[in-house]
């Protein structure tokens, strides 16, 4: 499995205390049982005064003139830098940066860019597996700092920062190899759930199963809509004609009922006098029959 590589990058303003924080480090680590190299880059001290830079070897201690005010070498500001003096330190430890668990620079400088040979190792102690931090200068941190986080250290941070890289450092490759696994594992089962699924979900025809009808485009549902719409409409219209029919035959039966009743209650009336009047002609005969004594 490929490990990505991690580094963590300090910058600051100078005497922002980049190399005190890198040596504390150092030492608390060490003590630690962590396998740190690289190098550090402390001022070199005379009378009080800052005099140049050495550079010193963090595993074996060795030690050589990074930087003077004397003559001799490209010039940084004030000071003249030994090329050769800082090579022959840095050069060795950064060919065995994978040797360690933590590998310090101090610095990513204008003085150490001097040498060539520096610059052409750089990349491959940034990819390596090792925990790189360094101290970079902040014109060189928009060319480096990409390959990493990056700390910017001030008097206010510097113990949290201090606290924070330590924390980072104290964490063992098998911790990370663990959380890689963990996460290339479950990338590796998510990508072939999707898969399953895919092939699950896809349509399968057999020999015997009839294609599926194709669909029919929109013109044409849009089409059957309005047919079916005047086929609603005539049948409303026949239900209504049927009904308005029906409506009419019963108004012309009640009508035809309504005439022939009162005919039929004249006749009575008519059949009640017929009935009626030689019965009152009888009884009147009778009443004269009576009077002239027949």
């Known amino acids: ?17 980049k190399t005190t924080l890198l040596q504390k480090l150092v030492e608390e680590l060490k003590k630690s049982g962590k396998k740190v190299g690289g190098f550090l880059s402390p001022a070199s001290l005379e009378h009080g005064s800052r005099e140049g830079f050495i550079v010193e070897d963090i595993e074996t201690g060795k030690k050589a003139q990074l930087a003077s005010l004397s003559s001799g070498g490209p010039k940084v500001g004030k000071y ?19 040797k360690y668990d933590v590998f310090v620079m101090d610095e990513i400088g204008r003085m150490e860019m ?9 990349d ?3 990819e390596s597996k090792t925990l790189v931090i360094a101290s970079i200068s902040e014109e060189y941190a928009p060319t480096y700092g990409f390959q990493g986080e990056i700390f910017l250290l001030t008097q206010t941070n510097r113990e949290a920062v201090y606290l924070e890289l330590l924390r980072k450092a104290m964490e063992t490759p098998a911790e990370i190899v663990k959380q890689s696994d963990v996460v290339g594992a479950a990338q590796e089962v998510q990508t072939k759930h999707m898969e399953a699924r895919a092939i699950s979900e896809a349509p399968s025809l057999s020999s015997s199963q009839k294609p599926t009808p194709a669909a029919k485009a929109p013109s044409e549902e849009k089409k059957e809509k309005p047919a079916k719409k005047g086929k609603k409409e005539k049948e409303k219209k026949e239900t209504k004609g049927s009904a ?12 035809e009922k309504s005439e022939k009743e009162p005919k039929e209650e004249k006749a009575q009336v008519e059949n009640k006098e017929e009935k009626k009047g030689p019965e009152e002609k009888k009884g009147l005969l009778g009443k004269i029959r009576n009077l002239i004594g027949i």
């Open 1 to 17: 499995m490929v490990i990505m590589p991690r580094n963590i990058f300090i910058s600051g303003l100078p005497k922002s205390g």
């Open 80 to 98: 003249c830098v030994k090329v050769k003096e800082f090579e022959s330190i840095a050069i060795p430890a950064m060919n065995k940066v994978d």
């Open 124 to 126: 491959k102690v940034f």
């Open 244 to 255: 308005g029919k029906k409506a009419k035959g019963k108004k012309k039966s009640e009508k």
């Open 114 to 122: 001097k040498s060539k040979k520096f610059v052409n190792l750089l």
